[in-house]
């Protein structure tokens, strides 16, 4: 009752602003409509529809059929799964530790190691040094120089690290007085009230490395040990993937398994975000009102 008592003008802006709502929403989702619609749908009417279909034509399992049969993509889905597993283990331990350490006001010199830190934000030792520093170290063409070298984003670590400061220093004192010790202040009190932040920082780092192909392709050589995102980027680009690949990719189908190979590889990121969703909005709140 209460729209209807509105003004013609205000009625007229709310009209505006669903209708605006509406097209980008509309505009947004489209492409990855189009692209569920294709890989179901018969590569002939796929493309005789010219980039625009609006519902499934000639519903089928064509191009999946080929999508599972490629000789590297279990392989790859299982290698990216390998490195997703162990590199959320190395980027969580690793960024949870420092950024406990750096938001401890009793940490002399934090604030120096901080600015270090940031610095490299900003100012890196570039590609070539970085390859040097791991194929000295015995990691390229192995899972880890998949994570290793990245253990910490620094982004992350800056938000993880303004999420620990945020709780206030009486809970830590009062813990400490109750003959709390460091390691148990930080996994029973800080941890559990930085829930939301850690939530965040383990999804970005999810996506970060579901959606890597630029490591593989700089440090791993062998292509049984390729994450599904190499071989994504190898059928997108190019479509060839060895001799012993071309009646894969000479087929009136390799539109579709395009398409088809992008969405096995994106819904299982999207099956995450119904989980972390409660924790998104608050987590990064936390670290752009508190720098």
Do not use: C
């Amino acid at each position: 009752m209460q729209y209807w008592k509105s003004s013609p003008g205000e009625v007229a802006i709310k009209v505006v602003i669903v209708f605006v709502m509406v097209f980008v929403t509309v505009i947004t989702l489209y492409p990855f409509w189009y692209i569920m619609i294709a890989s179901f749908s018969d590569p002939k009417e796929v493309i005789r529809s010219g980039g625009l279909m609006l519902w499934f034509k000639g519903f089928g399992f064509y191009a999946y059929k080929e999508v599972f049969r490629h000789r590297l993509f279990l392989l790859s889905y299982r290698n990216t799964l390998v490195y997703l597993a162990s590199g959320l283990v190395v980027n969580m331990t690793m960024t949870t530790l420092a950024a406990y350490a750096l938001s401890r006001r009793r940490i002399r010199g934090r604030n120096l190691i901080m600015k270090l830190i940031v610095f490299t934000m900003f100012f890196s030792g570039g590609l070539i040094p970085t390859y040097i520093v791991v194929d000295s170290l015995g990691m390229t063409d192995t899972m880890w120089s998949q994570f290793i070298p990245f253990a910490i984003n620094t982004f992350n670590l800056i938000i993880l690290r303004t999420a620990f400061q945020s709780v206030p220093d009486s809970i830590e004192e009062a813990a400490i007085i109750d003959g709390a010790t460091a390691f148990q202040v930080m996994s029973r009190i800080i941890l559990p009230l930085a829930l939301p932040s850690i939530m965040v920082i383990g999804l970005y780092y999810t996506e970060e490395i579901w959606n890597s192909y630029f490591r593989a392709l700089i440090y791993i050589r062998t292509d049984t040990k390729y994450p599904l995102q190499l071989i994504l980027r190898q059928i997108l680009l190019s479509n060839t993937m060895g001799q012993q690949d071309q009646s894969f990719v000479n087929t009136n189908i390799g539109l579709t398994v395009k398409y088809a190979t992008i969405m096995v590889s994106t819904v299982p990121v999207l099956m995450v975000y119904p989980f972390i969703q409660k924790y998104f909005v608050q987590g990064v709140m936390i670290g752009s009102i508190k720098g």
